[in-house]
């Protein structure tokens, strides 16, 4: 199975910082990527597919890119709503792994 | 509109056997594939594996096969998880969410609200 290594574990950050999300994959998975956002006590919601784009009604502060194994998720300028955790996920083939999380905080 | 209702919170004893419940609405149950998603007490999010409700066929995570069943009944429009012998380590919030597959995309467009699972003695 693909295994996802997300990095950092925890960020911090001023608002209006510029923040990025490393995502690399044990194999290549195209541009096989996902990223979700998961606010506390609330289920995850999507906002970047196929690597780099961009879900209905996400702000356009939110990209993503890469390809093969090594993929970013950045936020352009850091907004305080934008307090999460964020994951990366693959999918190949109807199976499916997530990276460990990044958990992001206003410095 | 779409909607995935889990039932509620649950607290049992190792060894019990459960099993919890996704019911969807507003949409054709059959013709999407329904995944389930554990996440542990401050950690982050796992795949156990996915359903299409039309026909059953169901694929687990590596990690997940043999000690999970994931099943669905099309007629209540309803996915289940259940488990035939807890553990503590079972402990966890499980999320079912829809898959979309689209001419673009994998990924999940709709998640259940969670259910809580408490093993303790």
Redesign the interface.
């Known amino acids: ?1 693909i295994q996802m290594t997300q990095s950092p574990s925890s960020l911090s950050a001023s608002v209006g910082d510029r923040v990025t999300i490393t995502c690399q994959a044990s194999q290549d998975i195209s541009n ?1 990527l ?1 990223w ?1 956002q ?1 606010k506390p006590g609330k ?4 906002l970047i ?2 690597a780099s ?1 961009l879900e209905t009604g996400v702000p356009s502060r939110f990209s993503g890119s890469g390809s093969g194994t090594d993929f970013t998720f950045t936020i352009s300028s850091l907004q305080p709503e934008d307090i999460a ?1 964020y ?1 990366c ?1 693959q ?1 190949d083939n ?8 990044t958990k992001l905080e206003i410095k | 509109e779409v909607q995935l209702v889990q039932s509620g919170a649950e607290v049992k004893k190792p060894g019990e056997s459960l099993k919890i419940s996704c019911k969807g609405s507003g949409y054709s149950f059959t013709s999407y594939w329904i995944g389930w998603v554990r996440q542990m007490p401050g950690k982050g999010l796992e795949w156990m594996g996915i359903i299409y409700p039309g026909d059953s066929d169901t694929r687990y995570s590596p990690s997940f096969q043999g000690q999970v069943t994931i099943s669905a009944d099309k007629s209540i429009s309803t996915a289940y998880l259940q488990w035939s012998s807890l553990k503590a380590s079972d402990t966890a919030m499980y999320y079912c969410a829809r898959r979309k597959r689209g001419g673009y995309g994998d990924y999940v467009d709709y998640w259940g609200q969670g259910t809580l699972v408490t093993v303790s003695s």
């Open positions: 199975d096989y996902n979700y998961q289920a995850p919601k999507l597919y196929d784009n955790t994951y996920q999918y109807l199976q499916y792994s997530f990276g460990q999380g």
